[in-house]
Every structure is written in C-alpha cells, then in structure tokens.
C-alpha cells in the first residue's frame, strides 16, 4: 500500500511524465535537460538576464531548431526558420494571452505593435505604411524642413555648447543622441511646433531619460507571467512591479497626449508653416475616422486610439534609434581611421552640414547614398541591434514544421516559436569574423555576387525583423541616423572619455549597461 501523502506527488509525476512522452517537441534538441518539462528553466534563464548567451550557445551546440520549454522552441535558420514564421505571418499571440500585450498604453488601448491578430493589424498598418515608406520620406518637404531646423538649430548648437563645460567639449553622447532622435521623431509625428524639443532644454531631457530609463528592468512579470502578476496585485494587493512604474508610465502617457492636443490645434489653423505639419498624427487620425464611418461605428472619441499608436511609435523610434547611434559613434571613437575616412567622405557633400549652411540641408537621397555612411550604419544594426533577442510568435493552430531541410522538426499549434536578430547575425558563413565591427565588409560587397549580396543583406539582415510585422519605422531610423551621425562627424572629431557600461543589456530593447556613455568631442578642421 502507498501511503496517501505520495499520491500526489506521484500524480504530478506521472502526469509531467506522460506530458512529455506526447510532446513532438521532445524530439528537438533541448536546451537543458529540464526545458522539455518544464518552463521554470527558460523562466530562470529569463529572470537572471542571462538570455542571449544562453541561446547563442545552445544554437552553437545543438543546431538551428532548439526546445527551451514544453511549448517554447527557438530557430536560428532562414529556411524552415524566419522565412517560416515571420514571412508566414504567425501572429504575436495564442488567444489566450501575448507577450505583446505589455505594450499597449493609457490602460489596455491596442496599437499596431501591440495588436496579436493579422486582420485587425494588417488595417491598421495600411494606414500607417504610405507616410513611412522610403520614397515618400526621401521627397517630404515637411520632414526636411523638421530635420534641417532640429540640426542646424538644436543639435550643432548643443554640441558646440559643450565647449563652455568644466571640461570642454566632454558630454554624455547617449543622452544627446536619444535627445535627437526624440526630436526628430516626434517632429515627424506632431509637426515641429507640437512636437518635443529635448535638445534645447537639458532639463527635460534629463527628466524625460530618467522616466523613461526607469521602467526598464520591471519587464519580466508583467510579460513572461501576466496572469500571476496580475492575480497577485488585484487579490492580494502584491505588486511585482514597484508603483513608480504605473506613476512613470501616466507622465509619459500625459507628455504624449500634450503633443496630440499641439498637432490637433495646428490641424485645426487655416494656414501652417510647412514644418508645423503633424504628418503622421493627420494620417492617422484621418484614416481612423474614415474607417469609423465605414463600419458606422457610434465610437467618437478617436483620441485614445491616436495617442496609445504614436505613443508606441514615439517610444519605438527614438529608444532604438538611439541604442544604435551610441555604438555608431562608440565605434567610431575607437576606430579612428574608418573615422576619418568617414569625414573625409562628408567632405563631399554640397552643401556641408556646417552651421553656415544653415538652413540647406544636402539631399536625402545624397545622404542615403554615401558608401561609407551607409556601411558604418548598416554594420551597427548588424552587430549592436538594438532588439537584438527573440521576437515571439506563436504556430498556427495546424501546427507547422521548422528546421532546414536537411532536419525538419514538427511542432504542434500554439507554440511559443522565435528567432533573434542577435543570433542571426553572428551566423560565419554570410558574415565573416562575425564578432569584429568591420564596416568594409557591407562596401566589399559592390563586388560580390548577387547570392551574398542577398544573404548579408536581406535574408540574413534582421535588425527590422521581416515579414508583415516588420519594423514601419525603418526607413524614417535610417533617415534620421545617417543625418545625426553626418552632422556630428561633419564638425567634429570623437574619442572615448568614460566607456563604463558600454555592453549591451540582455533585454529585449538592448540600450547600453549605462545609461551615461561620454565621449571626447575635438573641433575638425576641414583639410579638403
Ligand atoms: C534603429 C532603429 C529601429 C530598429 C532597430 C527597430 C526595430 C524593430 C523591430 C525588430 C521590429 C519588430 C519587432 C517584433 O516583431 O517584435 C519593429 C517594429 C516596429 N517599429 Fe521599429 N525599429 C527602429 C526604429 C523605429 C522607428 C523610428 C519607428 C517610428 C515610427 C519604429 C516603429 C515601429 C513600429 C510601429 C513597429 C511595429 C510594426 C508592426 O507591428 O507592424 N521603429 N522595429
Ligand atoms: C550576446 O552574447 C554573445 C555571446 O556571449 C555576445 O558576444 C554578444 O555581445 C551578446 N549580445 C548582446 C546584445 O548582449
Ligand atoms: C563648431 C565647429 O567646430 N564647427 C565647424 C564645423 O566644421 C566646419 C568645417 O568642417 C568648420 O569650419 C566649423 O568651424
């Protein structure tokens, strides 16, 4: 006879048991000896924020298609792996709940990001995708306008203003760059005079960062296990996530939905100048009440809806945008000979952007076309992405198969399936001394063939991710960065003054261990 007191643990046993010998994903390869029983293991990995290099060895030891948990598998191929999931359009959620769901804003309203279902999705982005697109930005003359008077009439100046500190022309370069990205991006979204002007005003800048910057490290509860934090806050009044988070969010949420009012007001003047123009926020405010007077909808107030979108994009575009000119001038910093090869290249463009071109901005399409430029961009959004971890997906209900074609692996529906940008990109055969910043390998390809140009730039290429929900925001990024990192080396020489904390976090947004990177700035003096 058992006693009673094993019956349950037998029961559990048993049943963990008889989970797992039903499991197709027990024939993948796993992780960790625990992974196909439990997800308590990928939870603790997540947890100690030992995510990334967790993963880098488990592909590296066991091949492209891994099992972390019993619903939970990780690919790192194209085949069978991106091309399967993200071009295949597995939504970001399984009915029950998405990780996603984290980002949505002002108390639970959706947006694109944050949105699980293709169809719902897919409406909004044609809303959105026209005014994003790469042609369409490289001819506004709204955004050229909002550009040109950010960086001759912002950013040159705080740089040159550096030079006034006890320690002349030393400054945090992070807290700058986010700065202008912020600038740009918000100019873009609510017109110039609505939008945020972090640049002019080290205060706010600083109130803004640490806000923001504040919330970073309460992520894990909330997305990995919503409903216990949730039970725990509302039964037992037990907060995994300290208040200041909720309080932090409200005032970013407030700052956004004044820039909103700004935009509508502009909307509403008979006549604006052409940088005032709120592109973004009139598109989509348009675009949502046209749809609501398609569907007869009663709903009126389409405020909610506009701001928790272009809080989203706000957020989105200047946090990455920032990551990743931090390690494009921290590489520069320490490799000083693509530095000046890289000065030497803006020394070609007409006019300069020195103050005394002011307001004339070069073409964004000469920007766009420097080689080096672009090469020292693209070779940052290879090996500092600034979302460079798993991007989750779930299969379909029908379930799926993954793996290259030499090993498929079935996987049933409603499994947790993703690939990182991080992983993809380390990958020897498309990108040579992976580990190594070498943007010479994106200009050496003007000689390579058609397949390698493919594989290092599209199929390999994740720093946007692919597929219906790939980044929107990529070419206003790219717009942006390569204008920002033009007009800094068009002036000035960097070097490194304090790198402390320069690695990357292990988050999903991956900015710099600290939240202060201080560069060295020196007057260039134009040689050509
Ligand atoms: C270097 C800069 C940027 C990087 C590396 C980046 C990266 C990404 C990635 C990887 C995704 C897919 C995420 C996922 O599925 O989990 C994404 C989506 C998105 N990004 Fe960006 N992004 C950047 C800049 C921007 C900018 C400037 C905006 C401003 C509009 C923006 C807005 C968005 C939005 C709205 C989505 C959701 C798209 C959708 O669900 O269809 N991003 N971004
Ligand atoms: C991820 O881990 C690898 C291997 O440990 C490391 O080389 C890389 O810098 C890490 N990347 C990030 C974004 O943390
Ligand atoms: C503030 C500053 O150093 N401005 C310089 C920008 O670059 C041009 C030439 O490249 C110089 O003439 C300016 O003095």
């Known amino acids: 006879m058992i006693p009673l007191l094993f019956l349950p643990p037998l029961l559990l046993l ?31 990995i997540r947890w100690r924020s030992i995510e990334n290099a967790t993963l880098k060895a488990a592909h590296d030891k066991l091949g492209p298609v891994v099992c972390l948990s019993p619903s939970e598998v990780s690919v790192n191929c194209v085949k069978g792996g991106i091309r399967e999931v993200y071009m295949g359009g597995f939504e970001k959620g399984n009915g029950r709940w998405g990780w996603y769901e984290f980002f949505e804003n002002y108390k639970g309203v959706p947006n694109m990001f944050s949105t699980s279902a293709n169809k ?61 990205t912020m600038d740009i991006v918000t100019g873009y979204i609510f017109g110039l005079a609505s939008g945020s002007n972090l640049l002019s005003d080290p205060k706010q800048l600083d109130w803004f960062l640490d806000l923001y910057n ?15 934090t949730s039970i725990l806050q509302s039964w037992f009044r037990y907060r995994l996530v300290p208040s200041f988070v909720d309080t932090a969010n409200a005032e970013i949420e407030k700052w956004t939905e ?70 494009v001038v921290h590489e520069l910093s320490t490799h000083l000979d693509i530095q000046a090869r890289l000065q030497a290249e803006l020394l070609t463009l007409s006019p300069p952007i020195i103050p005394s071109s002011a307001p004339t901005l070069p073409d964004p399409k000469v920007i766009d ?20 971890g798993p991007q989750p997906r779930f299969t379909p209900a029908q379930g799926c198969h993954l793996g290259p074609e030499e090993q498929t692996y079935f996987v049933p529906g409603g499994v947790r399936v993703s690939a990182s940008a991080g992983l993809l990109h380390a990958n020897e055969d498309v990108y040579e001394r992976a580990e190594e910043w070498r943007p010479e390998r994106w200009l050496e390809l003007e000689k390579a063939e058609e397949e390698k140009k493919r594989d290092m730039e599209s199929r390999w290429f994740w720093a946007f991710g692919s597929g219906g929900r790939m980044c929107v925001g990529s070419h206003l990024a790219v717009y942006q960065m390569k204008y920002i990192v033009a ?15 320069i690695e990357q976090s292990d988050s999903y947004t991956a900015p710099p261990k600290s939240d202060v990177i201080m560069i060295q700035l020196a007057k260039h003096v134009k040689t050509g």
């Open 120 to 180: 719902i999705h897919s409406t909004r982005k044609r809303m959105l995708s026209n005014i994003y697109s790469k042609s369409v930005l490289a001819s506004s003359p709204a955004l050229l306008a909002q550009t040109s008077s950010i960086i001759y009439g912002r950013f040159l100046p705080a740089l040159s203003s550096t030079f006034s500190h006890a320690e002349p022309g030393v400054l945090n370069v992070y807290a700058l760059l986010s700065g202008a």
């Open 369 to 388: 076309a420097l080689p080096l430029l672009h090469a020292v961009v693209w070779e940052t959004l290879r090996l500092h992405s600034a979302i460079p």
């Open 214 to 228: 504040s919330r970073r490290s309460f992520t894990f509860w909330p997305q990995e296990l919503p409903v216990l």
């Open 258 to 327: 004044n820039m909103c009012n700004g935009a509508a007001a502009v909307l509403r003047q008979p006549k604006t100048r052409i940088e005032d123009t709120p592109v973004v926020y009139q598109q989509l405010s348009l675009a949502l009440l046209k749809e609501a007077k398609k569907i007869g909808s009663e709903k009126t107030d389409l405020i909610p809806s506009i701001a928790s979108e272009v809080l989203d994009h706000l957020a989105a575009g200047f946090d990455t945008s920032g990551i990743t000119l931090v390690y």
């Open 487 to 501: 007009a800094l080396y068009s002036n000035y020489t960097t070097t490194i003054f304090d790198d402390t904390g």
């Open 14 to 44: 048993a049943h963990i048991l008889y989970t797992y010998l039903t499991n197709p994903l027990r024939r993948i390869p796993a992780a960790h000896p625990l992974a196909p029983f439990t997800a308590l293991w990928i939870l603790s």
